[in-house]
């Protein structure tokens, strides 16, 4: 992204400590997903070299001696000509470019060869088909949403009595988790929206670990990484198990300032839980350690950024970002998810990655499964399917009337053969709505 820190730098005089923040080409024509790379060896710049003349170097990320060299200088605007990848905001160039005088100053701890991960793992291998309809799946999603809460109670009970959790049947549940979702992923995805343990902790691992799996399969990762991301969903906050029970499911925006110190603690304390596990996944340590990071250096707890973070990583931070502001609390109702999704697009300019939230936006569709939305006719429904090729019309159940009083009996629809209504409106939806809008509990008219 080009901004007021950035120079244009030819390919031939890269050095190691930049943070090359574009390209003279879309990003999407190279093979960095991943839009941010920082320079540590020779072999990132060999490839840089495979495809790009010049790149554009970001002066406020790069290593503080890089920042020191160049400071002098005045970035060059860019090409008026640079070609803009598809779905990548790119914003005018302003017209001083000098070098921020907070670069100097930026620090971040060197990065390791092993926290410099390959972003390889999100090229797509293969194209999931719905083996079912959402509604054939309902009963072995139910099944795989039971055994997951059951499986947080052990844990939950392991942790308290200092006894060895069972990783292999911690496998095993997000393993009936991910068949579920590979067969059709809006049956988990709707249990885990409308679903509840009872306990706000648990059924937010449960979304996550939900979310983490559809957005893999959206993005055609193979059987087995679903798996470590799927497991990473369900682990990724145990840290706050050992939080005081007042604030484990408390959001960022309502905690007291001292609660957010202590809140930030669940990073330590899940490091610590998950390194006594004898066979989780290296990608499940990284969820757990990173997902509160951000691209920028300006997350928790090392200020990493860019291609120091894993991708599943990033994805993560994504997620709990989306769930973080799409749930409300009692008297702070969340967002809409038209909202929640301009939101995190935001956020991409502050620390998330712009292309993963575009596909994340895209996995989870404009009307999300489980979500309230109102009709042209005045009356209620929940999302219950999407349609894959036809996102605005999805399949839905209508649950309340133009007066927003239950229907005794609700409604299916599938938006693309529905019709008119009765009085010869043909159906529409018009509005998305938050969750508890009009005080409407979705649970009791679908589970």
């Given at each position: ?71 002098p200088h005045a970035a060059a605007p860019p090409d008026s000509s640079l070609q803009q990848s598809p779905g990548l905001h790119r914003p005018m160039p302003h017209t001083d470019s000098r070098i921020s005088s907070s670069a100097s100053s930026w620090h971040h701890p060197p990065a390791s060869a092993q926290e410099t991960e390959s972003l ?328």
């Amino acid at each position: 992204m080009i901004s007021n820190s950035t120079i244009e730098v030819s390919v031939n005089d890269l050095q190691l400590g930049m943070f090359v923040s574009d390209l003279d080409r879309p990003w999407l024509e190279t093979p960095y997903l991943i839009q941010g790379i920082l320079i540590q060896s020779q072999h990132d710049i060999d490839e840089l070299k495979r495809y790009c003349i010049h790149v554009y170097v970001d002066m406020d990320r790069s290593e503080p001696f890089i920042a020191q060299q160049h400071a002098p200088h005045a970035a060059a605007p860019p090409d008026s000509s640079l070609q803009q990848s598809p779905g990548l905001h790119r914003p005018m160039p302003h017209t001083d470019s000098r070098i921020s005088s907070s670069a100097s100053s930026w620090h971040h701890p060197p990065a390791s060869a092993q926290e410099t991960e390959s972003l390889d793992v999100l090229r797509r291998v293969q194209t999931y088909a719905d083996i079912c309809t959402a509604e054939q799946e309902i009963p072995a999603a139910e099944k795989a949403y039971n055994i997951a809460s059951a499986l947080f109670n052990d844990i939950n009970f392991n942790l308290e009595h200092e006894i060895k959790i069972d990783m292999q049947k911690a496998h095993e549940v997000v393993d009936t988790l991910c068949e579920s979702v590979i067969r059709n992923p809006d049956a988990a995805i709707l249990l885990a929206q409308l679903k509840t343990t009872g306990k706000a902790l648990y059924d937010n691992a449960i979304k996550t670990s939900v979310h983490l799996l559809a957005f893999g399969r959206h993005l055609g990762l193979p059987r087995k990484e679903l798996s470590i991301l799927g497991l990473g969903g369900l682990l990724m906050d145990i840290g706050k198990l050992r939080l005081p029970k007042a604030i484990q499911a408390k959001r960022n925006m309502s905690l007291t300032p001292d609660e957010r110190k202590l809140m930030k603690r669940h990073i330590a304390y899940g490091e610590e839980i998950a390194s006594q596990l004898s066979n989780a996944p290296e990608e499940v340590i990284k969820i757990i350690l990173q997902h509160h990071e951000r691209e920028n250096g300006n997350g928790y707890p090392f200020g990493l950024y860019a291609n120091q973070l894993h991708a599943y990583s990033r994805m993560a931070a994504i997620v709990d970002c989306y769930e973080e502001i799409i749930w409300g609390e009692s008297g702070m109702p969340g967002m809409k998810p038209f909202q929640a999704l301009k939101e995190l697009k935001e956020n991409a300019h502050n620390g998330l990655n712009y292309t993963l939230v575009e596909q994340f936006a895209q996995c989870v569709g404009m009307f999300p499964v489980g979500s309230l939305v109102e009709l042209n006719t005045g009356e209620i429904a929940i999302v219950l399917t999407h349609n894959r090729t036809q996102r605005f019309l999805p399949c839905i159940m209508i649950i309340c009337d133009a007066g927003k009083k239950p229907y005794s009996t609700p409604l299916t629809l599938d938006l693309r053969t529905a019709g008119a209504n009765p009085n010869g409106i043909q159906y529409a939806i018009v509005n998305d709505l938050p969750q508890g809008a009009y005080g409407i509990d979705p649970q009791k008219y679908y589970l």
